[in-house]
């Protein structure tokens, strides 16, 4: 594409971003002239929460994502659209760390320079500021209805919760009337029939191994699981340890790991344990060679939480529906 071409292309797009909406072609070609085009990789890392708002990015093409600390993914970013423009014009620090979660070309643009081309053009300065004012009032309407639609959310689980105390209450009601009936029928000890009970429970909680050498990471996966009972392992040797010792319904693990790695890890499983399902996770592995150990799924670092929390389902009820037929 010849140079003018290009130029012309990149000013259309960035007339369309919301903050420099309403600025006339010349005041678009000065900002493009500030710009300056870098190329992020996977797990590169664009900007950390709490470090100083110097720079402002445009992201043109590829796909970011806002993560925390433990590498999760909180929302993902597409293109055309920018980043940690509040910053550069509020001097607050970063909010949150934003990631590149695929190849990635951006604009960036110095706080330094925007600030003193800002200066030297008044109206420019001016346009950008209102439009600050309506990007924030957007955001401050959407937060809104968000706002109302978790209170709505929040009553629904409430009424539920409520429904639910109840229903357990009555169960438990109903369980310790049946094992006075039974202790007194078959002059049981209470210790043995209530141990009885507790094995039969068992198989109702789904039993789930996280080998992971991050801690922060398994503490993710314990909270994202709340009804599952979760077992942890450091490395793929403590967890063939956790696997011989306890009845599981799935491994989790990462393929990046000291003493032994997730590929060992699942070509032990495979070998003697060939029923049991294992969801690999990594923010470094190829797809291509994830895929030539036969896990049962695989999903990148950062997760997306919700998808990971039906991913895990979906295999615990895959291997339930094959046990039972």
């Known amino acids: 594409m010849p140079p003018e071409n290009r130029e012309n292309q990149l000013l259309q797009v960035l007339r369309k971003i919301p903050l420099f909406k309403g600025l006339d072609p010349p005041k678009i070609k000065k900002i493009l002239g500030l710009c300056m ?19 402002m990015y445009i992201l043109l093409s590829g796909e ?11 929302a993902s970013i ?3 659209t920018t980043v940690g423009e509040m910053g550069v014009i509020t001097a607050q620090p970063r909010s949150a760390t934003v990631q590149a979660i695929q190849p990635s070309n951006l604009f960036v643009l110095n706080k330094q320079q925007l600030d003193a081309a800002l200066r030297d053009d008044q109206a420019m300065q001016g346009q950008i500021y209102l439009n600050i004012v309506q990007i924030l009032s957007d955001k ?11 209170q709505l959310d929040k009553e629904r689980v ?3 919760m409520q429904q639910l ?20 029928q078959e002059g049981l000890e209470q210790g043995e029939l209530e141990l009885y009970v507790e094995e039969q429970l068992q ?28 077992f942890e392992a450091e490395n793929g040797k403590l967890a063939l340890e956790v696997v011989h010792a306890e009845r599981l319904d799935l491994v989790i693990t990462d393929i990046k790991m000291p003493v032994m790695d997730g590929f060992a890890l699942q070509a032990s499983l495979r070998s ?17 060679e994830v895929e030539k150990h036969h896990f049962a799924a695989f999903v990148d670092k950062p997760v997306n939480l919700q998808q990971f929390q039906l991913l895990v389902e979906h295999l615990i009820s895959q291997k339930q529906q094959q046990a039972s037929s």
Do not use: M, W
């Open 78 to 80: 597409k293109p055309v």
């Open 203 to 230: 198989g109702l909680v789904p039993r789930v191994l996280i080998a992971d050498d991050e801690a922060g990471f398994r503490n993710i996966v314990k909270k994202a699981l709340p009804a599952f009972q979760i």
């Open 272 to 288: 003697q344990f060939p029923d049991l399902p294992v969801l690999a996770v990594s923010g470094y592995a190829d797809a291509e």
């Open 64 to 74: 970011l994502a806002v993560v925390t600390s433990e590498a999760v993914k909180l």
């Open 140 to 150: 401050l309407d959407g937060d809104n209805a968000r706002l109302r639609n978790y």
């Open 158 to 160: 409430e009424r539920r």
């Open 37 to 55: 085009h870098k190329v992020y990789q996977p797990e590169q890392l664009i900007c950390r929460s709490g470090a100083p708002s110097d720079e």
């Open 165 to 184: 105390d109840r229903y357990i209450e009555a169960q438990a009601q109903r369980a310790q009337l049946a094992l006075d009936l039974a202790l007194r």
